[in-house]
């Protein structure tokens, strides 16, 4: 079964960065791939998804032009560069996997029903 572990969250100051890494365990050529987060008293959110191939990136409006999402499939690797970081970015950040279907990619930043999850890693932004 394929499975999925972040890395790379930490503390950070507003305006800093950070790139979160999501390592799987076998070929995720055929998925999409996604970043979802959950603040604390707050629901689960898409926050940006990757097409397989990576020619394809779908953000939230809150994150778009300031997050970049890209993929490295030879190492079975996806990652979510983090620049102009804010405080209501904190949150645990999980990295999720599907099928591609052109609907679910469509929708990732809508809902988070994804069918693969990572164990996720915290993202603190505070001064």
């Known amino acids: 079964q394929l499975q999925l572990v972040e890395s790379g969250g930490g503390l950070v100051q507003p305006g800093g960065s950070l790139r979160l890494s999501c390592a799987a365990s076998?070929?995720?050529?055929?998925?999409?791939t996604g970043w979802f987060r959950q603040a604390p008293g707050k629901g689960r959110e898409g926050v940006s998804c990757?097409?397989?191939?990576?020619?394809?990136?779908n953000y939230a409006d809150s994150v778009k032009g300031r997050f970049t999402i890209s993929r490295d499939n030879a190492a079975n690797t996806v990652y979510l560069q983090m620049d102009s970081l804010k405080p209501e970015d904190t949150a645990i950040y999980f990295c999720?996997?599907?099928?591609?279907?052109?609907?679910?990619?469509?929708?990732?930043?809508?809902?988070?029903?994804?069918?693969?999850w990572g164990q996720g890693t915290q993202v603190t932004v505070s001064s």
């Open positions: 999720a996997a599907d099928p591609y279907s052109e609907k679910i990619f469509k929708l990732c930043t809508l809902s988070p029903n994804w069918n693969i």
């Open positions: 076998e070929f995720t050529g055929n998925y999409a």
């Open positions: 990757i097409s397989p191939s990576g020619r394809s990136t």
